[in-house]
């Protein structure tokens, strides 16, 4: 069965480094989405992206914040100076074109910011 | 707006009870998807079901059973005879359609689900 597929599972890095998560969406997807699930709390949505541009993002998703897809098979979230804030898993997903449609998420990322 | 409302934040059953995980939506829509979603405390999530607002069949799969009434804006999801590997934090989640078609999943805080064995 196809699945999206995360790197890495989990990655500590320090406060005010650059981190990129990286996620490999399903081949005959074009919708691809980021969002992040704080330790305890609910999943909420940061970003959808289709066809090589953001289609909408969420109050979150502020400047610190970027997606790409650099590759054709790659789908990347970097944050460019991580806050303590910013720890949290962080789920990629993908979808395909049409209304009939479900989101297929990957396993997770979870950044830990000391 | 969307929203979903998981009442019960926390729930302990001992094992081999049946158990209801209720869920409230709000869309305006007319059209829209309902989704429950597992996530064992390894943390992935893992897709339980999908339901069409033109659906209010309840559908039941093994130990699974979903009961959909678009009168009181309901997705409520039953376990029976619940297995200690039911233990996970349960969401249940609302997608739009028709507007972009992005599938912008909405999830609910969660349930976590405890069963004592």
């Known amino acids: 069965e196809p699945e999206v597929t995360q790197t890495p599972s989990h990655q500590v890095t320090q406060m005010g480094q650059e981190v990129i998560l990286r996620c490999v969406p399903i081949?005959?997807?074009?919708?691809f989405y980021w969002y992040r699930q704080i330790l305890g709390q609910k999943v909420e949505f940061l970003v959808s992206?289709?066809?090589?541009?953001?289609?909408?993002k969420s109050e979150i998703f502020d400047d610190q914040f970027s997606v790409e897809r650099p590759d054709g098979s790659n789908f990347t979230l970097k944050i460019r100076s991580t806050k303590l804030e910013d720890s949290a898993m962080y789920f990629c997903?993908?979808?395909?074109?049409?209304?009939?449609?479900?989101?297929?998420f990957g396993q997770g990322t979870r950044l830990t910011v000391v | 707006a969307q929203k979903v409302t998981q009442a019960q934040t926390e729930i302990s059953v001992v094992e081999k009870e049946d158990v209801t995980l209720d869920c409230v939506y709000e869309?305006?829509?007319?059209?829209?998807?309902l989704f429950w979603y597992k996530q064992p405390p390894s943390g992935e999530l893992v897709f339980l079901i999908r339901?069409?607002?033109?659906?209010?069949q309840n559908e039941i799969s093994g130990r699974y059973s979903w009961n959909f009434q678009k009168s009181t804006s309901s997705f409520n999801f039953t376990i029976t005879a619940s297995q200690v590997v039911d233990s996970a934090v349960y969401f249940c989640?609302?997608?739009?359609?028709?507007?972009?078609?992005?599938?912008?999943?909405?999830f609910g805080p969660g349930t976590s689900l405890s069963v004592i064995p």
């Open positions: 997903a993908s979808s395909e074109v049409g209304l009939v449609t479900e989101a297929f």
């Open positions: 081949s005959n997807h074009l919708y």
């Open positions: 989640a609302l997608s739009e359609v028709g507007k972009t078609s992005y599938d912008k999943v909405i």
């Open positions: 992206f289709y066809n090589n541009e953001i289609s909408e």
């Open positions: 339901r069409n607002s033109f659906d209010e």
């Open positions: 869309t305006r829509d007319t059209t829209y998807y």
